[in-house]
């Protein structure tokens, strides 16, 4: 049983709010009994299985102790899975905060005090919600609560308040260029955990920097949320906002941006409508999970029927800008994580080669291309070597031809 707390004017409100909006909200349904341990409110009927109770103090303030404990670790994610101590990552590697394993009402406690009234029925019909959460005076979290062996679970994403800048990314300042364009689609790739969302965001902050737009980001759940300055920034989040990305993309269209974000590219339509966006004169940035250049453009061909491959091929050839593939690699003095980033930029070559489908020439054709402002992730790794920023072998261990690295 947690212990009685000191009152808390902040906390108190905030639990005043997410109880009167899980009792106005006419899709939650009737509320269960409270979590063992934990008096309910009143008398209520029996409630689905599967949903969650309405937010109490203990698990309010439990909760934000554990995110300040992430926050000063610092840590990247936090993990809520009964039968662990609650788990931060930290510079990549899990740390557990704490000795004792969590209960499996002690995780349903903490996650009552995460998801918003509006995402409760969701959760409970599909098993599994993501959602953005601003906790106060703790900043922004990206949340996955879901299922798992017949109990909850959560995944939570930490944010930066600030939205990032290359600089202090150490990312290569060649970068800067794609903010500078007018139109043309712009592709983050890696695998998870990267820093895809980040190097988005910290590309989105230059092109505010340089130039007034009008921008409409559309992202599942939003992640970085970017001031207006002298521009129109719009924050659109699918299934808050609108249904799904392909609506949300299709009506973005209509409303005048000079530039989309869109999060991911899960699917055909979202694929195809970023193209034609950018074939339009838009400047589209988005991510994909794909380890480099040629598997993006491959992953997104491959996305299409046969019939229409030649066809697509001579889109991408035109739209396509650039794709930016990255790794993040653990630093030598074990503060942080930095990472090594390969850069294609479109040429007429690279087109003709896009149009041609000679799609595995082009890792070549960016090492002969480097005036350019291409970057392989070979010399990329190296150079991090020489400015000590990593280990030899880590980067090595990376490396896509480990002779070319050494000789690097």
Not at 93 to 110: D, N, S, Y
Not at 156 to 175: C, E, H, M, Q, V
Not at 242 to 248: M, T
Not at 375 to 397: C, F, I, N, T
Request: proline share 8%; aromatic share 2%; hydrophobic share 40%.
């Amino acid at each position: 049983m947690l212990k009685k707390l000191n009152p808390d004017p902040e906390l108190d409100g905030l639990i005043r709010q997410l109880n009167e909006s899980a009792r106005s909200d006419p899709a939650a349904g009737p509320l269960p009994p409270a979590p063992d341990g934990i008096a309910p409110e009143s008398d209520v009927a029996p409630a689905p299985r599967w949903l969650l109770p309405q937010a109490e103090e203990e698990g309010v303030q439990w909760l934000r102790e554990l995110l300040e404990r992430a926050r000063r670790a610092p840590a990247s994610d936090l993990h809520l899975v009964a039968g662990a101590p609650p788990v931060a990552r930290v510079n990549g590697h899990l740390e557990p905060l704490g000795e004792r394993g969590l209960t499996h009402g002690e995780v349903k406690l903490l996650c009552a005090a995460l998801v918003p009234p509006d995402r409760r029925e969701r959760l409970a019909g599909l098993g599994s919600v993501d959602f953005s959460l601003r906790f106060p005076s703790l900043g922004r979290f990206r949340c996955n609560v879901h299922r798992q062996r017949d109990h909850w679970s959560a995944a939570i994403r930490l944010f930066p308040d600030d939205s990032p800048d290359l600089a202090t990314l150490n990312l290569p300042d060649a970068l800067g260029r794609f903010a500078g364009l007018r139109h043309g689609l712009v592709l983050v790739t890696g695998p998870t955990g990267c820093g895809k969302s980040t190097t988005l965001a910290a590309l989105v902050r230059r092109v505010l920097a340089r130039r007034s737009v009008h921008l409409v980001t559309i992202e599942d759940p939003v992640e970085y949320e970017h001031e207006h300055g002298n521009s129109v920034v719009e924050h659109v989040e699918v299934g808050r906002d609108a249904p799904g990305f392909r609506d949300a993309l299709h009506a973005a269209l209509r409303q005048d941006p000079d530039v989309l974000l869109i999060g991911e590219m899960r699917d055909l339509d979202s694929i195809s409508i970023a193209i034609t966006a950018a074939e339009t004169g838009h400047l589209v940035l988005s991510t994909l999970h794909t380890g480099d250049a040629p598997q993006t453009i491959h992953r997104i061909l491959d996305s299409y029927p046969p019939t229409q491959i030649s066809t697509v091929r001579a889109q991408l050839s035109v739209s396509l800008a650039g794709v930016i593939s990255q790794q993040l690699l653990p630093r030598a003095d074990g503060n942080g994580r930095v990472p090594a980033v390969e850069i294609m930029a479109v040429t007429p070559a690279i087109r003709n080669l896009i149009r041609r489908g000679k799609i595995e020439q082009i890792r070549a054709q960016i090492t002969l291309e480097r005036s350019a402002g291409m970057l392989d992730l070979d010399e990329s790794l190296a150079r991090l070597v020489r400015e000590k920023l990593v280990d030899p072998e880590e980067a090595r261990a990376r490396a896509r031809v480990p002779e070319t690295f050494d000789a690097g």
